[in-house]
């Protein structure tokens, strides 16, 4: 090791994540003189045992730097500081955002998966180095720092006293929900929009019997959902009770009595011709229940799902189904929190973006 290279280490009581502790220490070295344009560092080895930091993060540390022109690598040969390194230069700080999602929220599923990768090409395309982390509360004190911003993704409406705490203190943007008169900014489609459109492409092929079937109703999406295909109806002088009113207990996976219960209605003498279900896996299920009963889709009953992964026009029949705009909801709230955090502007509206009716075969005339 170059032991001529005194530099110190990382602060490990220091909330700020260790590779970005590093890369100021070496930013600084360079500004300093104490690595000279040209000049070679020590390995990612020496890095780690000179800034106590592990080898995985010294790594990481290194390539950062190398991706904002500070370094390069020369294979075979080591890592240099780059003879036209401007030590001039001002840093731009880091932004610092936490997702705060629910423990129980599985993150890989279509609808979260394409937010978060649309929050990460957000981030790509921005001028400043931005850090993501996960977080599964609505609260950052253990962060330690002020200048954290927050993306509160797909809350439950019961947490909205514990959000709108949180953006007292930081700067905070709901995804993919809403709270009614919030006091933090929120993104969302109009979900019940997209669901009025679901009903009015049903009616259009002469369903008069429609189920509507729900989400837990403590997520605003479901409720929305739920609110717009009834209110259509309504529209059209068409009421609908209790049981043609089912609500799952989970968003993924239909419940038992849920399940039983839509068994049953589509088995009885004025059984419904089409169903809406507030969410692609609820699309799903309601096709299997379908079969299960020995109907057929859509012969016999329509199906009209929300969400358009790509496996949706793979589907036997393929699902006619509510598109959201995930990206662009992602981009507006990357963008809100990245204004509040770099500009201090901070903005409480409520955005809900409009959604598109994908239509596709598993809908068809009434019979």
Request: proline fraction near 7%; glycine fraction near 6%; include cysteine.
């Amino acid at each position: 090791m170059n032991r001529a290279l005194e530099l110190p280490k990382v602060d490990h009581r220091d909330p700020t994540p260790k590779y970005l502790q590093a890369r100021t220490i070496l930013i600084d070295a360079i500004r300093s003189g104490r690595l000279a344009p040209g000049g070679k560092l020590p390995s990612t080895k020496e890095i780690s045992e000179l800034f106590d930091i592990s080898l995985i993060t010294a790594h990481k540390a290194l390539e950062g730097l190398v991706e904002l022109g500070w370094l390069r690598r020369e294979v075979g040969r080591g890592t240099f500081v780059r003879d036209d390194v401007d030590t001039t230069r001002t840093a731009q700080s880091q932004l610092h955002i936490g997702l705060l999602i629910e423990p129980h929220v599985n993150i890989g599923d279509y609808y979260h998966s394409t937010l978060i990768n649309a929050l990460r090409h957000q981030s790509r395309a921005d001028d400043r180095r931005v850090e993501f982390f996960f977080h599964d509360r609505f609260d950052l004190r253990d962060k330690g720092r002020k200048d954290v911003g927050a993306i509160c993704v797909h809350p439950p409406l019961d947490s909205q006293p514990l959000v709108e705490r949180l953006a007292a203190r930081h700067p905070t943007v709901v995804l993919g929900g809403s709270f009614p008169n919030a006091a933090v900014a929120c993104v969302d489609c109009d979900n019940e929009r997209g669901a009025a459109a679901a009903v009015q492409h049903l009616l259009s092929l002469g369903h008069r019997r429609i189920t509507v079937l729900s989400g837990p109703t403590n997520l605003s999406n479901a409720r929305d959902r739920a609110q717009g295909a009834v209110a259509e109806l309504a529209a059209h002088g068409i009421r609908i009770g209790e049981r043609d009113l089912p609500v799952s207990r989970d968003s993924v996976i239909l419940d038992d009595e849920t399940r039983a219960h839509l068994e049953h209605r589509l088995t009885e003498h004025d059984r419904p011709t089409a169903v809406v279900a507030g969410g692609f896996y609820l699309a799903l299920a309601v096709m299997q229940v379908v079969r299960r009963v020995g109907l057929a889709v859509p012969r016999d009953v329509s199906i009209v799902g929300f969400d358009d992964p790509p496996s949706a026009p793979l589907l036997d029949p393929p699902l006619t189904t509510v598109r959201q705009p995930l990206e662009e909801m992602a981009a507006r709230a990357y963008q809100l929190v990245r204004q509040a955090l770099v500009a201090h502007m901070v903005e409480t509206p409520s955005y809900r973006l409009p959604p598109e009716l994908v239509v596709r075969g598993s809908t068809g005339p009434a019979r």
